[in-house]
T-cell receptor
Framework: NAGVTQTPKFQVLKTGQSMTLQCAQD?????MSWYRQDPGMGLRLIHYSVGAGITDQGEVPNGYNVSRSTTEDFPLRLLSAAPSQTSVYFC?????????????FGEGSWLTVV | QQQVKQSPQSLIVQKGGIPIINCAYE??????FPWYQQFPGKGPALLIA?????SEKKEGRFTISFNKSAKQFSLHIMDSQPGDSATYFCAASIDSGTYKYIFGTGTRLKVLA
């Protein structure tokens, strides 16, 4: 059982470049989300999705786009990378029917923007 | 009102000690309070969780204490081991049908051998 798979693991971008962080889950979870983790800031929600075709903004959505064309996949697009987007990005998923359902995180994508 | 405040930011204890990490919240609609453990280079993973209808939950060496009136909850690690060295996040969520978990800022724990 692969769980939540993120690619790439590490990426270096130049300011202004665009890229897509890939996320896939094989647990048939309705809910998926993207967080960024920065020192002293904890985990901040970027975008989330409650099902295929439905996405919404989280706490820090600026500079990022998402789409959810299938239940399994939830890519995060950086439109024009900025040094402030240097961070560790985590994709996560969970079942929808209760707030008590466990969030499963991927192993993270380390992004550096120079 | 949506914040979860976590303290301390970092903590160093000797092996066998009992580190305590505290979290406080404002929104009384929160109904689920999990703790996540994160090892370096890995994603967070659920450690233990509690709902407001109980004051304490224990799983192995990990205990959550919950004070509903004070809107605070804490994680205690009994007989801590070097393998417990990790970052710990508290969180809170509402069973409202939306996907909103609010995470604390994390506590980096180091257990000395």
């Amino acid at each position: 059982n692969a769980g939540v798979t993120q690619t790439p693991k590490f990426q270096v971008l130049k300011t202004g470049q665009s890229m897509t962080l890939q996320c896939a889950q094989d647990m048939n979870h309705e809910y998926m989300s993207w967080y960024r983790q920065d020192p002293g800031m904890g985990l901040r929600l970027i975008h989330y999705s409650v099902g295929a075709g439905i996405t919404d903004q989280g706490e820090v959505p600026n500079g990022y786009n998402v789409s959810r064309s299938t239940t399994e996949d939830f890519p995060l697009r950086l439109l024009s990378a900025a040094p402030s987007q240097t961070s560790v990005y985590f994709c996560a998923s969970r079942q929808a029917d209760s707030s008590g359902n466990t969030i499963y995180f991927g192993e993270g994508s380390w992004l550096t923007v120079v | 009102q949506q914040q979860v405040k976590q303290s301390p930011q970092s903590l160093i204890v000797q092996k066998g000690g009992i580190p305590i990490i505290n979290c406080a919240y404002e929104n009384t609609a929160f109904d689920y309070f999990p703790w996540y453990q994160q090892f370096p280079g890995k994603g967070p993973a659920l450690l233990i969780a509690i709902r407001p209808d109980v004051s304490e939950k224990k799983e192995g060496r990990f205990t959550i204490s919950f004070n509903k009136s004070a809107k605070q909850f804490s994680l205690h690690i009994m007989d801590s081991q070097p393998g417990d060295s990790a970052t710990y996040f508290c969180a809170a969520s509402i069973d409202s049908g939306t996907y909103k978990y609010i995470f604390g800022t994390g506590t980096r724990l180091k257990v000395l051998a």
